[in-house]
């Protein structure tokens, strides 16, 4: 079973919202801190936020106020709802736990593309 599967991305206009979700498996179970990360073409990987167990979030400036990091600790999922999207905001999204950034394993990601 592939542990990290991202999907819910998209082609939207600017201003728009989309939901992303991350299902976890195997060596993600149960872990404290989990974390969205996006890559760009032409750039390095970089964090989007972060959230720990307890549900307490971070997130990286330029999404702030924008993007909202959830979990469902239950269902072993991880979401990361984008509103007023701008297209700066393009490219592969990534979950991972931020212990696992160097190593991996990571998902296929899911690619999130905003133009108009």
């Known amino acids: 079973q592939v542990p990290l599967v991202e999907f819910g991305g998209g082609t939207v206009q600017p201003g728009e919202s989309l939901r992303l979700s991350c299902r976890t498996s195997?060596?993600?179970?149960?872990?404290?801190?989990m974390a969205w990360y996006r890559q760009a073409p032409g750039k390095e990987r970089e964090l989007v936020g972060s959230i720990y167990r307890g549900a307490s979030t971070n997130y990286a400036d330029s999404v702030k106020g924008r993007f909202t990091i959830s979990r469902d600790n239950g269902k072993n999922m991880v979401y990361l709802q984008m509103d007023s999207l701008k297209p700066e905001d393009t490219a592969v999204y990534y979950c991972?736990?931020?212990?696992?950034?160097?190593?991996?394993?990571w998902g296929q990601g899911t690619q999130v593309t905003v133009s108009s």
């Open positions: 991972n736990s931020p212990a696992n950034y160097d190593t991996g394993p």
């Open positions: 195997g060596p993600f179970f149960g872990i404290s801190v």
